[in-house]
């Protein structure tokens, strides 16, 4: 059974940065997509970035250029580093992994941003 666990949640002010991570446990294939999802109160979730195993990375319109995503295959782990964190940025962050056609989410770890 595969297993994800984030951390690195917590408070920032506008303007602040911050590093989630997340690290998948269990069998899996190599060939997969690790990323990050975030749901707002009354939002749906929605993509925040992803990433192959080949470190092809995708990521939503409204986090270019403010956060970066980057994994660790040996270590079977990704990362969200996000900075310059604007009001509309807090939400519940999830970590995702999909593996052929199988999905497994995180718990999820808030990240509120102060106002």
């Known amino acids: 059974q595969v297993q994800l666990v984030e951390s690195g949640g917590g408070l920032v002010q506008p303007g602040g940065s911050l590093r989630v991570s997340c690290a998948a446990s269990?069998?899996?294939?190599?060939?997969?997509?690790m990323g990050w999802y975030r749901q707002g109160l009354g939002k749906q979730r929605e993509l925040v970035a992803s990433?192959?195993?080949?470190?092809?990375?995708n990521y939503a319109d409204s986090v270019k250029g403010r956060f970066t995503i980057s994994r660790d295959n040996a270590k079977n782990t990704v990362d969200l580093h996000m900075n310059n964190l604007k009001p509309a940025d807090p939400a519940v962050y999830y970590c995702h992994l999909r593996v052929i056609t199988r999905n497994y989410w995180g718990q999820g770890t808030q990240v509120p941003v102060s106002s």
């Open positions: 990433m192959s195993n080949a470190g092809n990375a």
């Open positions: 269990g069998t899996m294939f190599s060939i997969n997509v």
